[in-house]
């Protein structure tokens, strides 16, 4: 088992290889960007990318009617005062449902929405990777083609099925779509991944007397983390940040936060206004927490879901 | 096998010895076991090929009864409690069915099909019915007649399809294909710009997050950030509530009603997409940018190309791949996006892309029209992906 639990060589050469790179790179980078105008252009970009937000951010502490009655930069003239009582107000509802709810929800929903289709399409994908069957290409091809079929299409017959089982006012029905419209990618991209191992350390494990089973979890599952950190993520935002399936398939109890701000757009002349704005801010907080602290592994997966074949 | 059994056997190898005919004896097991995933499936698809019925009882929870806790907790919770349960059970359940699957599958000699059941079999039966069965419903459903209740009843031809392609839809149809075309345009041409320009600088990591920020946000965040900037024109001569208004009157022009006006509303959220899409389309162009070799941009260097020569006749021929790849991913998302539209259109006929239009349909139980749409966002992202794999290929090629 010596052979399965050394470290795979190749990475690290190549990370050195790119550090050089890097370093040399770094060192020219000083003829790059001397031009004044480039810099300028770069900074006006960020500022107009950042801006929006920035509005909604500085709107969200401004007191009641002040977001609705004069624009975020009248906040530094004086003309209104700076409160936090918003979010209280948004957090317990202000008459509503409270936002607290549909985050449960969010969470209740997101957890099991990332942790079982990875789980199966890690399965999926060990079997497309290295179990030899009759007819593997054929269903290969045909979980890479239902990458592309839109969502929209899948939406009404299985709401149908909901509806006939029971499962409409339950997380079931959210778990499942989530399930069975992150299955494709998931095997795809998980696929990829364990085809790059070597063959020889499924070669080893197998000579040792160890089944698909114990190659699967013993061999494979630890040198695929990063790959399934990777995927996670990309699952996780898409769940979280997911609209459509919430208004298809939940019922009064089991709205997520997305559908949650929806419904308070739609008030936006009365009360909605107030809480709204901290209510968006709030509802980002997680996904921009998850992107911040697990960049690399996102940038990873982003590469390899759009430019990886 | 000797040398097998020096190595530690795994306690199932070291029970008594099989008989030699053991693989023949448990042959019948593959065939019964896939076809027990077949008579799911086939239960699944009867499930939703079946006619709703007004009033039966659905199989697993009623909620006109009077359930009990539990089945309350796993069909309909309200409380915080009932909701985490549920969850802790839902994961349980599920560790304990694909636990169970793998320890049976895990014996020394058993036959290949029984084993690809365990690793596939959930898999096909996902997918088998929540896609490929459904996407056929949809298709099928294009084609009928549905009435207030949603029931299918009869089929029309090409009635639905015709509903698509007439009246107000025809706007609809415009605004997709403006969608389709300018979103990725902008998305990538801003996501180029920045890549470069921001590429081997000090603020790098910093600067890409800030664009990459409306990409990891819900589009029903953007489209609430974007709501203020649009914010209708105040009353002459107030001040200005909506960023856009503002600048508009710091430069003298006339206010706009951004969202209402009738081909600047499909445009002001062309915006808020291409807003979204710029971070995605910045980062992967960035790591391809920088996967350039060196030597080829050495030798360009040395030719004497600088600045932006250098960069249209060396870099962007050598990420060209890439380029087309970020082009199509952006317009497949533009196509089948619905969020923004949603939530930032007002419903208006004017502002509609197909995908809306799809949920508007689903929304009053017209499911014929709904699969309709459903069909034609298909039959567009079709050829696209196609298109797609094979830039892919190309790209994995090059490199």
Redesign the interface.
Known sequence: ?TAVVAPVPVPEAQLSARKL?AQ???AD?KT??S?PW??G??IL??IL?????F??LI?STRSDPA????????FWNGSTSFTLGNYGTAWSGNGGTPLYDFI??S??IT??AV??PI???L??A??FAW???RGKNI?FI??FV?????????????L??Y?????T????SI???H???G??LA?FLLHNFMKEIPPSLIEAAR???A????I??KVLLPLLVPAIASFAIFQF?WV?????VA??FS?E??API?QG??GL?TQ?GSGGSTI??PA?IL??LV??A???SL?RFF?RG??AG???? | MTEVQDRAPSPVQAQAPRPANKLKETSWVAPVIWGVIGLVIIGGIWLSWSPLKQGASPLLYNNQDDPGWISRMLFQPTTLGQKLLVMVVAIALFLAIMGLILWLIDRPKIPTGVVLAGFLGPVVIFLSIGLLWSAIKTVIQSFQKFDDAGAANGFVGLDNYAKVFSGQNTQVLINSVLWIFLVPLFAVAFGLLYAVLVDRTRFEAVAKSLIFLPTAISMVASGIIWRYVYLAPAPSGKDQIGLANALVDLVGGTPQNWITKAPLGTFALIIVMVWIQTGFAMTVLSAALKAVPDDIIEAARIDGATGPRLFFSVMLPSIRPTVVVVLTTVAIASLKTFDIVNVMGGNLPKNNILANAFYNALVVRQNGLAGAFAVVIFIIVTPVIIFNVRQMKKAEENR
């Open positions: 088992m790179k040399q790179r770094a980078a790059k960007l031009s480039a810099s252009l770069a970009i960020a990318w950042t801006v929006p937000t509005g909604l709107n977001p609705q009655q004069s624009g975020f930069w009248n449960i929800n969470v209740v957890l099991p942790f079982i789980t199966l399409a399965l999926a060990y079997a179990i030899p069957f269903m045909a979980v239902m990458q592309v079929v839109p969502i929209q299409v899948a939406l009404l017959p299985l149908t099925v509806v006939k089982v029971g499962l006012n339950s997380f079931w778990w499942l779509s399930t069975i419209f299955l494709p095997i000579v040792d007397g089944g698909h089973v114990k699967f979890i935002l979280w940040n997911d609209l459509l208004l298809t019922g109890n089991t997305t701000i929806q757009t936006f709204l704005p968006a509802a980002m996904p921009l998850v992107f911040l960049q940038v982003l590469l759009s430019v990886k074949g």
